[in-house]
């Protein structure tokens, strides 16, 4: 199956890319995400409990990044388990153009789905990804986005652009989307063809 | 957690031990040993697990036991008198509305349920029917004529 | 199926008061939905709630131009209700095969919102509103998306009440195998005036008001045949594809007008 779009996020590209290597953003932006670890410089799981209709699954996804090219995009090879429930697997190419202040994230994915998955919840998959990765767009919009006014200075944990100094290793790039990406692929709702 | 279950069966009160994930039909078979309902497909799709629940036909691995706790259920086993078949299993006898067998106590459960809202069904009555009972030998020709021949030995002044 | 507790709840108060007190429970409607997916290990609820004994989920009343019916009503309970609105015994009726009639339920179908269920399209066709044990919602606000509705956490709905329609009638493509709508379109004339309400298309039920304004200048087949809607957003999937169904959702909406035209006998409520 095919997954492609283009979302626009209100802030600029330097802002999204970083945003995208952070994981407390990802962790709040991934709808159901329970960890983000790393495996190797260029490699990470994520695990993600989805609920969609009846179905609510924990999956692991495993996110393996090529032809980094920041800020314009890169090349994700993900592969999404959910034990019994079944596989998925693809490569999606993740392109940040600047459009303004703004930035437009898109995206063009081309995955597969096997297992339980595959048999009963055809009909679903494409849906449940793109609502998955909606969600997963909407929370980062909200997140990152350029505030009104300027947002008073804070010291707590939360994860406002303000005070993210820190590099992260750019490595950690768009797990959140691969992830959305990868158990959106994974995550099928019930139910029978 | 293991349960007992108590429910009528063919008229009579049974009652057994198993878990409350356990389905309608494993509970028959494995529990009870009525072993004429069949799993077919096991995903509510082919009917060979149909019975009667409360006098309607239900397919029994889409029901847990305990659902059917205190209620009534009629298996194939249930619907001979004595050594006498059932008019609409002497119409699949005498029709050979059958070839392996495998659908065939869902296909009675589920016809018999279709003649008591629908005592003359048109051929095409039954064929829409039995859109929940899957045959993979017959074609399904000698098993509409089976439900008609039975609905007209089932008639009232028919005997 | 993973183990669960099973409790069978004796009223609506019974029922809510258990979901909240248990970790991560689940309502056990019909089961149709809920069963096969426990099945496959897909979902790990730890109690499950049956609303089967609950007799205030299963009356139906007629008040002058609305039928109540109560959410634990079943598919071929609808179906045989063709006297008041015959548009929505038919749609029930055609839902899954007679044994998933006898115990699919409307609450437990629209609380579900499959995307491709029949019953939607009927609530958001009608004008319909979903009682809860709570409140009041109307269907146009009810179905939010993909599987998911505006009921929150634990809320059980109790009946829903559908406006008897000047006229009305579904049409749906269902998949052969599962009958579930590839497109399935509801058209009523209302008295609040024209609804055009698709399941089956998008990932949730949506109405069509360019169709609504075509049909309220001429509530004919004719009037619709220019319109198509945008692919853009509709399923996509191995039975069709957005293009083909948004095609479909023209077809079924013109032989349901053809067909709400043709049954003059109309409601009697």
Redesign the interface.
């Known amino acids: 199956?095919n997954l492609s779009g283009e979302h626009r996020i209100n802030a600029p590209r330097e802002v999204v890319w970083r945003a995208l290597n952070d994981p407390v953003i990802l962790h709040q932006a991934i709808p159901g995400c329970e960890a983000v670890e790393q495996e190797s410089p260029t490699s990470f799981t994520a695990r993600v409990k989805a609920k969609?209709?009846?179905?609510?699954?924990v999956f692991s996804g495993r996110v393996e990044l090529k032809d980094l090219d920041p800020p314009a995009g890169c090349v994700i090879s993900a592969e999404g388990t959910g034990?019994?429930?079944g596989f998925a697997s693809g490569d999606a190419r993740i392109t940040l153009r600047e459009d303004g202040q703004a930035t437009l994230l898109g995206y063009d994915a081309e995955g597969k789905v096997g297992g339980?998955l595959a048999q009963?919840g055809?009909?679903?998959?494409?849906?449940?990804a793109?609502?998955i990765t909606n969600a997963f767009f909407s929370r980062l919009d909200g997140l990152v986005a350029l505030p009104e006014t300027p947002p008073p200075q804070s010291t707590d944990e939360s994860p406002t652009i303000g005070h993210r100094r820190q590099e992260v290793p750019l490595e950690r790039v768009l797990i959140g989307l691969v992830a959305a990406l990868v158990i959106a692929l994974g995550v099928?709702?019930?139910?029978?063809? | 957690m293991t349960i007992t279950v108590s429910m009528t069966v063919n008229g009579e009160e049974r009652s057994g031990v198993c878990e409350e994930r356990t389905l309608l039909v494993t509970f028959l078979r494995e529990t009870l040993r009525l072993t004429g309902t069949h799993v077919g497909c096991d995903?509510?799709?082919c009917g060979a697990c149909v019975v009667h629940l409360d006098g309607d036909s239900v397919k029994a691995c889409t029901i847990l036991a305990v659902q059917a706790a205190g209620r009534d259920v009629t298996t194939i086993e249930g619907i001979a008198d004595g050594d006498t078949l059932h008019p609409m299993q002497q119409a699949f006898h005498e029709n050979h509305g059958l070839q392996c067998g495998f659908c065939t106590p869902g296909m009675i459960m589920s016809a018999l349920d279709l003649l008591k809202h629908n005592p003359s069904p048109t051929e095409r009555e039954i064929r829409d029917h039995l859109e929940g009972n899957f045959c993979r030998c017959t074609g399904y020709h000698n098993i509409v004529r089976s439900i008609a021949a039975a609905a007209d030995m089932m008639a009232p002044g028919e005997g | 199926m993973y183990a669960f507790r099973y409790h069978r709840a004796g009223s609506i108060d019974e029922a809510v008061r258990l979901h909240g007190s248990c970790e991560d429970p689940?309502y056990l409607a019909g089961g149709h939905?809920?069963l096969?997916?426990l099945k496959?290990?897909?979902?790990?609820?730890s109690d499950l709630i049956d609303l089967g004994d609950i007799d205030a989920l299963k009356h139906t009343a007629t008040t002058s131009g609305a039928l109540t019916i109560g959410a634990g009503v079943r598919h071929n309970d609808v179906a045989r209700m063709s006297h008041s609105i015959p548009a929505l015994a038919g749609l029930a009726g055609g839902i899954g095969d007679f044994q998933v009639r006898n115990r699919g339920t409307l609450g437990g179908s629209i609380a579900?919102?499959?995307?491709?269920a029949d019953y939607p399209a009927a609530c958001v066709g009608l004008g319909a509103t979903v009682v809860t044990d709570r409140r009041q919602i109307a269907a146009d606000d009810f179905f939010v998306?993909?599987?998911e509705t505006a009921l929150e956490e634990g809320e059980l709905v109790t009946s829903v009440i559908f406006p008897a329609p000047r006229r009305a009638a579904y049409m749906k493509f269902p998949?052969p195998?599962?009958r579930?709508a590839i497109v399935g379109v509801f058209v009523a004339w209302t008295d609040s005036g024209m609804r055009v309400a698709v399941t089956g298309a998008g990932?949730s039920v949506f109405r069509v008001a360019d169709m609504e304004a075509a049909l309220a200048r001429d509530f004919s087949p004719d009037a619709l045949a220019d319109i198509r809607i945008p692919e853009d957003?509709l399923?996509?999937?191995?039975?069709a594809t957005p293009d083909y169904r948004a095609h479909l959702v023209t077809v079924m909406a013109r032989r349901a007008v053809v067909r709400a035209n043709a049954s003059s006998d109309g409601v009697r409520l």
């Open positions: 199956m969609i209709g009846p179905v609510s699954a034990g019994v429930a339980k009963v055809a009909r679903l998959v494409e849906a449940s793109n609502k099928v709702a019930a139910f029978l063809q | 995903t509510s799709q | 689940g939905t809920l096969p997916t496959m290990r897909l979902a790990q609820p579900n919102a499959d995307p491709a998306d993909l599987f998949n195998a599962s579930y990932a957003g399923n996509n999937d191995i039975h």
